[in-house]
């Protein structure tokens, strides 16, 4: 029984959202390690304008830079923001229960699918035994 090509494999979906979800974890913790790092050189930054006998041109291109870089910092804290339920659900008991869940489902998933894909009818009555 030949199935259309288009049909749908839910076990992709499965292992997209399975996807998302790690993604998650660790987009959290990049982007947390990337907003620290833009604190980092928003002091330095600070301390050349502080420190260094600037002329007024480097201290206008050393704003810039430190206004960039406040930008890229806020960028990240969000992205750290809207994450963060996520991940704290994910890194509870049940959000670890329900991963391991989607995981199990997605093998059943798969198995299932490769069985669909190579199953044949075997008729019960023989032909030669057909009225």
């Known amino acids: 029984m030949p199935k259309p090509d288009d049909s749908p494999k839910f076990s992709e979906s499965i292992s997209a959202v399975i996807r998302i979800f790690d993604n998650a974890v660790k987009d959290l913790e990049w982007n947390d390690q990337q907003a620290l ?8 930054y600070l301390h050349s304008l502080e ?3 600037l002329s007024y ?4 291109k050393l704003a810039t830079k430190l206004s960039r870089c406040r930008r890229l910092r806020r960028d990240h804290k969000d992205m750290v923001m809207s994450l963060a339920p996520l991940v704290d659900f994910l890194n ?3 959000g670890k229960r ?3 869940d989607l995981r199990e489902t997605l093998g059943q998933t798969r198995k299932i699918e490769k069985y669909m894909e190579t199953r044949k009818y075997y008729p019960r009555i023989p032909e030669t035994e057909r009225p």
């Open 51 to 53: 420190l260094d006998m």
């Open 37 to 44: 790092k833009m604190d980092q050189l928003t002091q330095d």
């Open 92 to 94: 509870s008991e049940r």
């Open 98 to 100: 329900m991963m391991k």
């Open 57 to 60: 041109s480097d201290r206008a």
